[in-house]
Nanobody
Framework: QVQLVESGGGLVQAGGSLRLSCAGSGRTFSTYGMAWFRQPPGKEREFVSAINYYESTYYADSVKGRFTISRDNAKNTVYLQMNSLKPEDTANYYC???????????????WGQGTQVTVSS
């Protein structure tokens, strides 16, 4: 069983930056594929970024070049550095984990409770 706890959300002006953290439990955290998803108000959940246990990374086109995902296995933590934030980045951001390589949203076994990011114009 893996528990995930997100932090780092908040209110920021357009053009600003935030760093989200996702702290995971479990001795095998380093072998999990990790991802960030987000759910904007009134919309469905969407993929943001993912990182494999061997640290290959993936990004949605909408965040490529602005967001960076990373992981620190010694701390059981995954990060999402978000720069040049836009109002359309406003959403509840969720961390997710699955055994093995990253995959589609339906493949993730464990989800955090989410952290709210609000970007004002």
């Amino acid at each position: 069983q893996v528990q995930l706890v997100e932090s780092g959300g908040g209110l920021v002006q357009a053009g600003g930056s935030l760093r989200l953290s996702c702290a995971g439990s479990g001795r095998t955290f380093s072998t999990y594929g990790m991802a960030w998803f987000r759910q904007p108000p009134g919309k469905e959940r969407e993929f943001v970024s993912a990182i494999n246990y061997y640290e290959s990374t993936y990004y949605a086109d909408s965040v490529k070049g602005r967001f960076t995902i990373s992981r620190d296995n010694a701390k059981n933590t995954v990060y999402l550095q978000m720069n040049s934030l836009k109002p359309e980045d406003t959403a509840n951001y969720y961390c997710a984990a699955k055994r093995g390589p990253v995959g589609g949203a339906y493949e993730y076994e464990y989800w955090g409770q989410g952290t709210q990011v609000t970007v004002s114009s």
